[in-house]
């Protein structure tokens, strides 16, 4: 089972509460936007129907205009029972309608009688100027707001001299009263507001509908509106669990991201983990043929000089000198005992067993060393000047592997010698405090200033047969026993061993 790692505190909470604000927000607008739109066609439909209602209550106005009309023509006298009855039963019927009444335009009067009432027809006289503007002929009609609030008048010239006047309440034409909080209606003629309602506390947002009657006698302008307030945009019933399951959405989106990313996460190790491992087995090979390259680098001194010597031996075989068939088989142990060593050491070195340090005598160390190249620099005419004394004393280091790195140094310079006017190798020992230094000079064309940097890299050589093993290789096996080895040119290249504190007096 995988633990998770606790996430630092804070962090996720805060990722989680933006995400969640966010979606929040958009499906919050979301629903604001849907109860809106959807408000607003509820709009449309109602003053649909409100405009409906309206043209069939206007053309009812217009009917009853119509048949008391008619009655009042046939009714030369008033008042007229005909003309109460049939007022008495409309406005009975159509309690918006709450006054009929006729006007007699005489000489000297202007009388007015009013019916439908139950104590029946009451009689005015107007005499004063009523204004009947536009009702020149049978027929015509003129509409205004009545002096009271909330009315209008319709009158109409039913014969001549003779006009009826029709009052309706609009408080009651479209039982706007009851419309509900979230409408507001205003009706008004010519400009006058004749009723008004409102919807109440401020909306956030409002949409209207305007429209007129269309009716000829009666042409009024209703317009509806509808606010929106916050809790009807985004009403508590709906929004809560809304944000309750936005938020367990949000949770959940986070869960599944952390798992996937801890996945991803758990992969790249698995695939770094491999790539390691891909890595550590190059570099092991790698290792391998580098160690492959040095022993066959080392072997191929003592092999190639133990053939001329058996060579030597057979041609002294040939001419029957023991002396030198002696010699010859003597330095060939010497060599193979030394392959021997060789490898014996690289299989140490290679299995990183320690280097076998023992306490030796260094000027017999560094004598028996320098014996083995002694006959091959005499041979190329290469003088060896050795300068050391007993003071020297003695140290603890690996015999065989510093003969190795002897044997190496000095015979790069013989290669870097060869060829040249009086070629001199000088080994110089000397102590320096708590180390001993061992010197190796030529006086040879010196370490190119580009390559000195690097000659003590496996494989860098500038030698057409060369292996760039051989300083690698030295400084590897000196490191072994706590020394050192550096490269300077002067004059020729020098190159210097140091072998710290812990070799003895
Ligand atoms: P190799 O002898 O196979 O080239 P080494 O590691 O022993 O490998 O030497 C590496 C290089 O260092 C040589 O190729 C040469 O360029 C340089 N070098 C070593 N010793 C000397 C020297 N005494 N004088 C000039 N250059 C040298």
Redesign the pocket.
């Known amino acids: 089972m995988v633990l998770r790692q606790l996430k630092p505190a804070g962090v996720l909470p805060i990722r989680a509460l933006t995400v969640w604000l966010l979606m929040s927000l958009a499906a919050i607008g979301l629903l604001a936007v849907y109860k809106y739109t959807s408000g607003v066609s509820d709009l449309s439909e109602r003053t649909r129907s409100m405009e409906m209602l309206l043209a069939e209550r206007l053309a009812q106005h217009d009917a009853h205009l119509s048949g008391l009309g008619a009655v009042v023509r046939m009714s030369p006298d008033e008042p007229s029972t005909s003309i109460q009855g049939l007022a008495e039963n409309i406005i009975a019927r159509y309690p918006r309608i709450t006054d009929i009444t006729t006007i007699t335009i005489g000489r000297e009067t202007v009388r007015a009688i009013s019916y439908g009432k139950a104590s029946g027809p009451a009689i005015t006289d107007l005499r004063q100027n009523l204004d009947l503007t536009g009702l020149e002929k049978i027929g015509d009609t003129s509409v205004r707001p009545a002096t009271e609030p909330h009315a209008y008048e319709i009158f109409k010239l039913v014969a001549p001299e003779r006009v009826l006047r029709l009052r309706i309440d609009t408080d009651a034409l479209l039982d706007m009263g009851d419309e509900g909080g979230e409408y507001s209606s205003t009706l008004s003629l010519n400009g006058t507001v004749l009723f008004e309602t409102s919807d109440g506390s401020p909306a956030l947002w409002t949409a209207s509908h305007a429209l007129d009657t269309g009716n000829h006698s009666q042409p009024l302008h209703l317009t509806v509106s509808r606010g929106f307030r916050l809790n009807e945009l985004c009403p508590p019933h709906l929004a809560l669990p809304l944000l309750a399951a936005l938020a367990a959405i949000t949770w959940l989106i986070m869960k599944y991201r952390d798992a996937s990313r801890e996945r991803q996460s758990q992969e790249r190790r698995a695939m770094l983990l491999e790539q390691e491992a891909k890595l550590a087995q190059a570099g092991r090979v790698n290792a391998m043929g580098e160690m492959a390259s040095g022993i066959a680098?080392e072997l191929a001194q003592p092999i190639a000089a133990m053939l001329s010597q058996s060579q030597a031996a057979k041609r002294a075989l040939s001419i029957n000198r023991p002396d030198i068939l002696k010699s010859a088989v003597d330095a060939n142990i010497r060599d193979a005992r030394r392959a021997g060593d060789i490898l014996s050491r690289m299989r140490a070195y290679v299995s990183g067993a320690p280097a076998r340090i023992e306490e030796v005598r260094l000027t017999e160390a560094i004598t028996e060393a320098l014996h083995l190249v002694d006959a091959d620099l005499a041979q190329r005419g290469i003088t060896l000047v050795v300068t050391q004394s007993d003071a020297v004393g003695t140290g603890h280091i690996d015999v065989i592997s510093f003969q190795q790195v002897l044997h190496?140094?000095v015979?790069?310079?013989a290669?870097?010698i060869a060829g040249r006017q009086d070629p001199k190798i000088t080994v110089d020992v000397r102590r320096q405090g708590n180390e001993v230094l061992v010197m190796v000079a030529?006086n040879?064309?010196?370490?190119?200033p580009s390559?000195l940097e690097r000659?003590?890299d496996p494989f860098?050589?500038?030698?057409t047969d060369?292996?760039?093993?051989?300083?690698?290789l030295?400084a590897r096996l000196l490191e072994k026993m706590n020394g050192s080895i550096e490269?300077c040119n002067d004059g020729?290249?020098r190159?210097t061993i140091h072998l710290p504190t812990g070799v003895l007096p």
């Open positions: 680098h190496n140094l015979r790069n310079a290669d870097a030529d040879g064309p010196g370490i190119e390559s000659i003590f860098f050589t500038t030698k060369g292996m760039g093993l051989g300083l690698p030295s490269a020729g290249a190159f």
